[in-house]
């Protein structure tokens, strides 16, 4: 039986502007099972996880469970867990971590000032702190939402952690698993899909220099669908790999055609026109549809640098 995975690689379907979305992360260590929806279907409690689902609704942040790689046997409540938080805006951008022994405290956080960049509420409540270790690839490997991520998923995530690539851990859901195995790569938040060991060990090297790889990449979750499209295509244009050297300044427009301004470091703008269609044939988006979708891509038809006047 072909699974979803599979099919899309075989129809070569493009995975520009397929990221999940979020401002910021907010990652909690929770060892053990994760059913479909993992906040509310895990050894967590299901209170709890609702509680964190509500307070981060609309505020730009997004909540995930982590676990670090391997057989994820049931030995109980950990005594102490891992917290990551990481705002993925440039000029912005920064990854703090923390421990604790009761995942009750994240509700003491100020999600929407998080959502905003304003690291101070994870601090306070967790006593986090700068992380200074290695950038964190989080790969997905909930095969309860879909088994192509665990079935490629979880392989990689313990080959990457077996050739001593320090930041893996396994995390619940980034979304489109019909490009398992898809990665994240935290502070800066872009995305992989199709990705293998060593492709991800270049991403990561090029993220300890401020660099981002484009082979394979979704975008960045920083911005929407559109943003994530013209952002991409304007690195791919210029030749343009600095990581916080693009920003996504202002999207004109609806579905299915928008306008996005896109502006670098050093003043310059470019206007990127992006539609989105549907894909077609119809494919199965994940290997639990019970009917085949026609998912939404995202197509940029034009790229053109704005003079100095046109930008302000």
Request: charged content about 20%; proline content about 6%; aromatic content about 6%.
């Amino acid at each position: 039986m072909s699974t979803c995975t599979a099919v899309s690689q075989d129809l070569d379907e493009p995975m520009s502007a397929t990221a999940p979305t979020a401002r910021t992360w907010l990652l909690l260590e929770q060892p053990g099972p994760w059913g479909a929806k993992a906040l509310v279907s895990s050894h967590l409690d299901p209170a709890l996880g609702r509680a964190l689902e509500a307070a981060s609704q609309g505020t730009g942040v997004r909540v995930a469970l982590i676990r670090r790689p391997g057989r994820h046997a049931d030995f109980g409540t950990p005594r102490l867990r891992r917290v990551y938080a990481a705002h993925t805006v440039p000029g912005q951008v920064w990854l703090h971590s923390a421990t604790t022994t009761d995942p009750s405290w994240l509700l003491d956080l100020d999600f929407a000032a998080l959502g905003r960049g304003d690291s101070h509420s994870f601090d306070t409540a967790l006593q986090g702190r700068p992380h200074t270790g290695d950038p964190l690839a989080l790969v997905c490997t909930n095969g309860k939402r879909d088994r192509c991520c665990a079935l490629l998923g979880r392989p990689l995530a313990a080959e990457l952690t077996a050739s001593g690539v320090d930041g893996v851990w396994e995390v619940t859901h980034l979304g489109g698993h019909r490009f398992s195995p898809t990665v994240l790569v935290l502070p800066h938040g872009y995305a992989y899909g199709r990705a293998e060991a060593h492709t991800v060990k270049e991403v990561l090297h090029g993220v300890q220099e401020g660099r981002i790889a484009m082979e394979g990449c979704r975008g960045r979750s920083a911005w929407d669908r559109p943003g994530q499209a013209a952002e991409l295509a304007v690195r791919a244009a210029i030749g343009e790999y600095a990581a916080e050297a693009l920003g996504v300044v202002r999207t004109h427009g609806e579905a299915p055609h928008w306008e996005v301004t896109v502006a670098h470091a050093d003043g310059r703008h470019w206007m990127v026109v992006v539609a989105a269609s549907a894909s077609l044939p119809p494919r199965p988006e994940s290997c639990g549809a019970s009917v085949l979708g026609s998912p939404a891509r995202m197509d940029v038809v034009a790229v053109r640098e704005l003079t100095t006047a046109l930008a302000s």
